[in-house]
């Protein structure tokens, strides 16, 4: 996936003096100032964004080159093409960046990265023709750099370690990287699995299962699958044959385990067991036994086949008494010779069974009841997963109820007492919202941030990307921008296949998609939508041959996930242009009387407020926390399509 680590620093164009002239690049008489800012540092790698101001006359094409004098490499790039021929750097303008007036600037950026030095150009030419600010060929360039040195690793991390919706968590180590993975219920692909290499900062690696090959209601064909799906799942790693086993029930009925070489390699079904692992835990045992530990109060433990494709014994090993109430999660670890089922009690308890036999017989204890979280508003920390560090050390990897937003993963360490039972390291009687770093080597590379842009480069998504339900392979395609075809005739977008989704960024953030509308049909409805049971959007509506902008909401389901709305048009405004940007500022804090706001642009730089604010239903019955969402569906027939050329998540 190809993102920016700093949005706001990272903006899109802005054409900065009216007009165009109408003279040709190369009858232009040149002239220009260039600005090379790195807007980040880190060990490996950097941000930079260039600015160019037209000092000559308008130009209606641009090309920008540079020679690097160290080992620096670009890679992903937004706003200009750019190549690298070994130490020589080209960027080309796009299609909508083209024209440059006469005063007027451009600006592009991109990621880069280095070995052993990272010095700024020395000069850029434009055109051909070197920029020095006064349109006089010369070697000299103006040059600003703002960050030149790699950020201090801090002392102390705060929680949440990541504000987005990754509930059930289990968390694994191997070697030097920690992997996560995540419920994603009616999503596609599913089963998300972020990777970390300091338990603190994560992105996006992949996803276990590649689609929810489960029926046809995930494909939204004579059903739907809402609330289903794949809940909370195990996630191992075997060394005996360097495998990644994924497994979890899906609609109470079977066990589906997946099996990949790597975590961002290619995931494929190893086998279905004819029974229902809730809420499973995988453990390998020492002898490379694999083992299973799962249930809802009634605990059980199986065992698998060497080959991992079957049961070939189960049993139930603990009872939860009354006075505990309800036990789930399993999460299944040997520690010293001892054999460890990690439960919850939902939504406020956690609780830890502990035997010498991985069959019992098993004595319980209480880890945590009712302990303040620390997210202001959120509910207790629970479920999730243990990890043991390279250096020893364990941590505890929870998740907080912090809806609208959804389940929110929190750390903090573990200790343990000398007869082996867990100790939650509390700060003042509650979760800690600052803890020390975890103690481990320096990363070998900077992580990805988890929002920024993409432009959609490439031919396939990124990791960060699910679709609503099982997407209409041959209604979309990603090449330098994502096509998004009509893929159902509905007025329903919970019906409407090829709804893509992104997690939203907590406490607050924004979401701008850049739209083209060129292919658009009559009757067909595009745009930026609040995603849940409860939802809103921005888009276009295109009828009898004319768009208009307009904001929806009331699209409603009631407990059982089926439409009871359809949607309301608050607001509208007419629209004639080709290119749209769409905008919605979503405040996710948990708590009630959180909204979204919706707004749009003609240029990408001024926008507009539509409708009114959209108050987030912040319910836990739905699950899954709100998204944002990118749809393009007819009402009348198919064959329109929209083109997204950027996404952007940013912060305030």
């Not at 419920?183 to 996803?207: C, K, Q």
């Amino acid at each position: 996936m190809r993102r920016a680590p700093l949005a706001a620093a990272m903006a899109a164009l802005t054409l900065v003096a009216a007009g165009l002239a109408a003279s040709t690049a190369a009858q232009a008489a040149p002239g220009c100032s260039v600005t090379y800012t790195k807007t980040s540092e880190w060990q490996g790698g950097f941000g930079a964004s260039v600015s160019i101001t037209n000092t000559g006359d308008a130009i209606t094409g641009w090309t920008l080159e540079w020679t690097y004098a160290g080992d620096q490499k670009v890679g992903q790039h937004w706003n200009a093409e750019i190549t690298q021929s070994g130490d020589q750097v080209s960027a080309r303008n796009v299609s909508y960046n083209a024209s440059v007036p006469t005063g007027g600037k451009v600006e592009f950026g991109f990621n880069g990265s280095f070995t052993s030095a990272n010095p700024d150009p020395s000069s850029f030419r434009l055109n051909g023709t070197a920029c020095n600010g006064t349109g006089t060929p010369t070697s000299t360039t103006t040059t600003t750099t703002t960050t030149t040195t790699t950020t201090p690793r801090p002392a102390s991390f705060t929680n949440p370690v990541l504000w987005q919706d990754f509930a059930d968590i289990d968390i694994i180590r191997v070697d030097d990287a920690y992997y996560y993975s995540a419920s994603t219920m009616h999503y596609s692909p599913g089963a998300p699995i972020l990777r970390s290499y300091d338990l603190v900062n994560w992105e996006f690696a992949g996803h276990s299962v590649p689609r929810l090959d489960f029926g046809a209601k995930y494909d939204l064909n004579g059903g739907r699958g809402y609330v289903r799906g794949i809940w909370a799942s195990f996630l191992n790693h075997r060394k005996s044959n360097k495998t990644f086993y994924w497994g979890g029930c899906i609609d109470f009925a079977q066990t589906h385990i997946y099996t990949a070489a790597a975590v961002d390699g290619q995931w494929s079904k190893l086998s279905t067991i004819p029974k229902c692992y809730y809420d499973a835990g995988m453990l390998i045992d020492d002898n490379d036994t694999m083992y299973v530990a799962y249930g809802n109060t009634t605990i059980s433990v199986a065992q698998l086949s060497a080959d991992g494709k079957s049961e070939v014994r189960s049993q139930q090993v603990f009872q939860t008494p009354q006075n505990i109430g309800t036990l789930e999660g399993a999460r299944f670890y040997k520690r010293n010779g001892s054999y460890y089922i990690w439960l919850t009690r939902p939504a406020n308890g956690q609780y830890v069974l502990k035997a010498s036999n991985p069959f019992g017989p098993y004595t319980v204890q209480q880890v945590l009841l009712d302990l303040p979280g620390p997210i202001q508003g959120g509910g207790v920390p629970h479920q999730g997963g243990m990890v043991q560090t390279q250096n020893g050390d364990w941590y505890y990897m929870a998740f907080v109820d912090a809806y609208p937003g959804g389940r929110v993963p929190v750390l903090a360490p573990i200790t343990w007492t000398a007869d082996g039972w867990p100790r939650l390291t509390t700060v003042n009687g509650r979760w800690g919202v600052n803890y020390p770093m975890p103690n481990l080597p320096t990363p070998p590379r900077q992580v990805k941030p988890m929002i920024g842009v993409d432009t959609f480069e490439g031919t396939k998504l990124g990791p960060q990307w699910e679709w609503n339900h099982n997407p209409d392979t041959t209604k979309y395609s990603v090449n330098n921008g994502l096509r998004l075809s009509t893929a159902t005739v509905t007025n329903d977008l919970y019906n409407a296949r090829n709804t893509l989704t992104h997690r939203i960024e907590g406490p607050s953030s924004t979401a701008t998609v850049t739209l083209d509308l060129t292919s658009m049909r009559d009757g067909d409805r595009s745009g930026l939508a609040m995603l849940r049971d409860s939802s809103a959007w921005i888009g276009i509506k295109r009828d009898n041959g004319r768009n208009r902008v307009v904001m929806v909401n009331g699209l409603t389901m009631d407990g059982n996930w089926n439409t009871t709305g359809t949607g309301t048009e608050i607001a509208s405004a007419n629209f004639t242009g080709t290119r749209i940007w769409l905008r919605a500022n979503a405040d996710i804090r948990p708590g009630s009387g959180r909204q979204a706001r919706f707004s749009y642009s003609t240029d990408g730089v001024n926008f507009t407020s539509l409708g009114t604010g959209f108050t987030l239903k912040n319910e836990w019955q739905f699950f899954m926390g709100y998204r944002f969402g990118i749809f393009n569906h007819a009402t009348r027939a198919l064959g329109g399509a929209v083109t997204v050329s950027r996404f952007e998540i940013s912060k305030p």
